[in-house]
T-cell receptor
Framework: GNSVTQMEGPVTLSEEAFLTINCTYT??????LFWYVQYPGEGLQLLLK?????DKGSNKGFEATYRKETTSFHLEKGSVQVSDSAVYFC???????????FGTGTSLTVIP | EAQVTQNPRYLITVTGKKLTVTCSQN?????MSWYRQDPGLGLRQIYY???????DKGDVPEGYKVSRKEKRNFPLILESPSPNQTSLYFC??????????????FGEGSRLTVL
């Protein structure tokens, strides 16, 4: 079946540090992959996506590359800011596109 | 403003007392779904709907019902709530029927406590 595994948190970084949040997936067919971000007290919002192998999604300085060979979609940012403090969810949309599968979320806190 | 609106945002109820969480979207989206968010488990899909009068079970449908009589509304019904349904619930919608264009638009969440 389909599933997403992402690194456990919480993660605490100093401002301007490099961020990596690991995400691996199991899926049948050719899923689409996403990163969603949840700021405190809010619903999730799409951060970036990739719909096929070797695609790179990017937004607000965040990047993730769809690696079919390693079934991974790791999130990276070169220099985090305090405003990036949030919970990050890796997700996939299954082959039929009807269901979304989310990881458990990784909480990021960036300190000045 | 494009949005998904859930009500109530907070609710405390007792075991067995039927309740409905409403969800409405103003983006003319065909696809709508409900999730519950629990610590350490992430988001799990309860039910989804591809279009009016078309609903299907997600991964954790037990104890829940839904209906899709109109395109914009997708209420979540707990006929006989139990304490294990205490959770944070999110409604989401998406433009395409398949949902795989990716952008799910989420409501702000409804925090439900069942005593």
């Amino acid at each position: 079946g389909n599933s997403v595994t992402q690194m456990e948190g919480p993660v605490t970084l100093s401002e301007e540090a490099f961020l990596t949040i690991n995400c691996t997936y199991t899926a049948t067919g050719y899923p689409s992959l996403f990163w969603y971000v949840q700021y405190p007290g809010e619903g999730l919002q799409l951060l970036l996506k990739a719909t096929k192998a070797d695609d790179k999604g990017s937004n607000k300085g965040f990047e993730a590359t769809y690696r079919k060979e390693t079934t991974s979609f790791h999130l990276e940012k070169g220099s985090v800011q305090v405003s990036d403090s949030a919970v990050y969810f890796c997700a996939l949309s299954g082959y039929t596109g009807n269901q979304f599968y989310f990881g458990t979320g990784t909480s990021l806190t960036v300190i000045p | 403003e494009a949005q998904v609106t859930q009500n109530p945002r907070y609710l405390i109820t007792v075991t067995g007392k039927k309740l409905t969480v409403t969800c409405s979207q103003n983006m003319n989206h065909e696809y709508m779904s409900w999730y519950r968010q629990d610590p350490g488990l992430g988001l799990r899909q309860i039910y989804y709907s591809m279009n009016v009068e078309v609903t299907d079970k997600g991964d954790v449908p037990e104890g829940y019902k839904v209906s899709r009589k109109e395109k914009r509304n997708f209420p979540l019904i707990l006929e006989s709530p139990s304490p294990n349904q205490t959770s944070l619930y999110f409604c989401a919608s998406s433009l395409s029927p398949g949902g795989n264009t990716g952008e799910l638009f989420f409501g702000e969440g409804s925090r439900l406590t069942v005593l």
